[in-house]
């Protein structure tokens, strides 16, 4: 067992994609199993209630060890570059926030999407999603929300940037030969089109067109600095914007 726990961990392949699909078969368990066990009774334990506060940190840290686990492979060198990053992770998630914001701006009151075009463009309020404040405890509300925040801006950066900049743009341009050899960030269509529409279709509809702007402007981070780090810390600074836009206007929808 040892030494086929030494050759996964040998294998960067694994590292980048194992950390991803751990990330999203728990993703799926707290859609799925949550669902199933949600009861939403006033004498139903906390974790029967709001699923998803029990999911959320077992994923956390399951996949934090699979990071550790295979770190020594992830390509993480600082340039000049990473600021580059930061500016564009506030102008990505800008564009991402920018429906929920019009619908509050234009006095929208429709509440749920209701037109084919408002599901798409993300014109929608965003109030119903993964919200601390079901806790009254001080202690509960803070483990809950440093949670969640831990994993959007440090989880799901790392996990969604490994995969996506740093093993798929490869794979994609060298699928039968040696794509570990293709330099990070270099350019091609066909990585742009299925990378770019591959990260919008993971995540829900009413966010494909904040994703499709963000995850272009993600690739041509990726092209210009040549830095998966630049890529990461973009993400990190979308996601920690988007968690405090998301705690402030209380659109826990966004998150």
């Known amino acids: 067992m040892k030494a086929q726990l030494k050759a996964w961990r040998e294998d960067r392949t694994l590292a980048h994609v194992v950390p991803f699909g751990v990330f999203m078969i728990f993703l799926l368990l ?3 199993v949550g669902d ?20 959320y940190p077992i994923q956390t840290v399951l996949t934090l060890m699979v990071l550790i686990f295979f770190w020594k492979h992830y390509e993480f060198r600082w340039s000049n570059q990473v600021w580059i990053g930061v500016i564009a992770g506030f102008v990505g998630i800008g564009f991402w926030l920018l429906p929920t914001t019009l619908y509050d701006s234009l006095g929208m009151t429709s509440g749920k999407p209701e037109t084919f075009f408002q599901k798409l463009s993300g014109l929608a309020p965003r109030k119903e999603g993964f919200d ?8 509960a509300y803070w483990t809950s929300l440093i949670f969640r925040v831990f994993r959007a801006v440090v989880i799901v950066a790392l996990v969604e940037e490994i995969f996506w900049r740093g093993f798929l743009m490869r794979f994609l341009l ?7 050899k293709v330099p990070f960030g ?14 919008m279709i993971a995540h829900a509809p009413i966010d494909w067109l904040g994703a499709l702007i ?5 690739y041509g981070v990726a092209v210009w600095t040549k830095s998966l780090l630049a890529c990461v810390v973009m993400h990190g600074v979308a ?3 988007m968690a405090w836009y998301a705690m402030t206007y209380a659109k826990y929808g966004l998150w």
Do not use: C
């Open 174 to 180: 060298n699928m039968d030969g040696e794509y570990w």
């Open 30 to 32: 707290s859609q799925f």
């Open 239 to 241: 996601n920690a914007t």
């Open 186 to 199: 270099k350019p091609a269509w066909i990585s742009f089109l299925v990378v770019t529409g591959a990260f």
């Open 132 to 139: 601390p404040n079901v806790f009254a405890h001080p202690a």
């Open 214 to 218: 963000y995850g272009a402007l993600t």
């Open 36 to 55: 199933a066990m949600r009861w939403e009774h006033d004498h139903a334990p906390w974790y029967r209630h709001w699923p998803e506060q029990l999911f």
